[in-house]
């Protein structure tokens, strides 16, 4: 922490620097014959500024607001980072596993085109889990009434296989094994020129996925 002068101490260090320098112009002999007069100033002079320096608030300079990159995620911008839990998805517009038709943001559904409940259309990103780590792009919308619950990502079902390391079922459009959601950490690193909220993720019935 650095602490600043005040204008009050900065006025009581100008004057007292000016006592001693008209105390030095007398020369040598003024000195002598003032010597007790240079004391009681010194002394005088260091009382006050101390008492000025501990009577001020000290001035804390703030502290970056760079956010700190997770490993992996090298020559990029982190614009937010935080985490999450995760579902997965896969809406291809065939109507199985709740599928309710093709990404809104107008592409095909395809591995790393995630939906969030609230970010603008087009962000891209990174998530990580137990050491492995996706590149995603916001192409869609969801979770729906999970993400009042926190669940606030939708993985594309491919991505979560690999995450967790199992398969991916492209008949079924299920992940193999037990887990259904994951907590991930999440870097965003390009928000999305489409409509939604920057920031931090919110629910889906916050509505600000409409947001322009």
């Given at each position: 922490?650095?602490?600043?002068?005040?204008?009050?101490?900065?006025?009581?260090?100008?004057?007292?620097?000016?006592?001693?320098?008209?105390?030095?112009?007398?020369?040598?002999?003024?000195?002598?014959?003032?010597?007790?007069?240079?004391?009681?100033?010194?002394?005088?002079?260091?009382?006050?500024?101390?008492?000025?320096?501990?009577?001020?608030?000290?001035?804390?300079?703030?502290?970056?607001?760079?956010?700190?990159?997770?490993?992996?995620?090298?020559?990029?911008?982190?614009?937010?980072?935080?985490?999450?839990?995760?579902?997965?998805?896969?809406?291809?517009?065939?109507?199985?596993?709740?599928d309710t038709g093709q990404p809104a943001i107008g592409k095909p559904m395809q591995q790393g085109l995630f939906a969030s409940p609230s970010w603008p259309l087009g962000t891209e990103g990174y998530v990580?889990?137990?050491?492995?780590?996706?590149?995603?792009?916001?192409?869609?919308r969801g979770p729906g009434n999970p993400s009042n619950d926190g669940v606030m990502l939708d993985i594309d079902g491919k991505t979560f296989a690999d995450l967790v390391g199992t398969s991916w079922n492209?008949?079924?459009?299920?992940?193999?094994?037990?887990?259904?959601?994951?907590?991930?950490?999440?870097?965003?690193?390009?928000?999305?020129?489409?409509?939604?909220?920057?920031?931090?993720?919110?629910?889906?019935?916050?509505?600000?996925?409409?947001?322009?």
């Amino acid at each position: 922490m650095k602490t600043y002068l005040d204008p009050r101490t900065k006025a009581v260090v100008g004057m007292c620097t000016n006592a001693v320098r008209d105390l030095v112009g007398k020369g040598a002999r003024g000195v002598r014959a003032h010597r007790t007069v240079s004391s009681v100033t010194t002394a005088a002079c260091a009382a006050m500024i101390g008492a000025s320096i501990m009577g001020a608030a000290p001035v804390v300079k703030p502290a970056s607001d760079t956010i700190v990159s997770p490993a992996g995620v090298q020559n990029e911008q982190v614009l937010l980072r935080g985490s999450t839990s995760g579902s997965y998805f896969w809406d291809d517009g065939s109507g199985r596993q709740g599928d309710t038709g093709q990404p809104a943001i107008g592409k095909p559904m395809q591995q790393g085109l995630f939906a969030s409940p609230s970010w603008p259309l087009g962000t891209e990103g990174y998530v990580f889990y137990n050491g492995r780590k996706a590149k995603f792009f916001i192409g869609d919308r969801g979770p729906g009434n999970p993400s009042n619950d926190g669940v606030m990502l939708d993985i594309d079902g491919k991505t979560f296989a690999d995450l967790v390391g199992t398969s991916w079922n492209s008949d079924t459009l299920t992940v193999g094994g037990s887990q259904g959601h994951i907590d991930v950490e999440y870097v965003v690193t390009k928000w999305g020129a489409g409509p939604g909220k920057r920031g931090e993720p919110v629910p889906f019935s916050s509505g600000a996925w409409s947001n322009s």
